[in-house]
């Protein structure tokens, strides 16, 4: 499973750890890529298993990320079928945030 997009904001060591602990290979940001200051959506690819999702989302909650969506990739290509995009989009800032039982408690995301 890969994750990328750890923003800013947060400790990224902490986080970077975090997710290594629970199976995540976090890739790092490329040197033509800016890291997001801040992070308010996941996008998950099509071969990511709910629990998985999940533990990444409660987990990226838990660092301080103020999640409002998890949704899967617009376009999904071979390169994101078992991937995690971490990103902001001004669209969901407006949204409410989701909470930890809410993520728990979903039987998937779309």
Do not use: C
């Not at 040197?31 to 992070?39: G, N, R």
């Amino acid at each position: 499973m890969l994750i990328k997009g750890i923003p800013t904001t947060v400790d990224n060591h902490i986080v970077d750890l975090a997710l290594r602990e629970v199976g995540f290979i976090v890739l790092p940001y490329r040197e033509d890529e800016a890291p997001e200051k801040d992070a308010n959506i996941i996008y998950f690819g099509r071969d990511m298993e709910l629990p998985e999702i999940k533990l990444a989302a409660l987990t990226l909650m838990q660092a301080g990320i103020d999640l409002k969506a998890i949704k899967p990739f617009p376009k999904p290509t071979q390169g994101n079928l078992r991937a995690i995009k971490i990103e902001w989009n001004k669209y969901y800032e407006s949204r409410k945030s989701l909470l930890p039982d809410e993520v728990e408690a979903a039987k998937g995301f779309n």
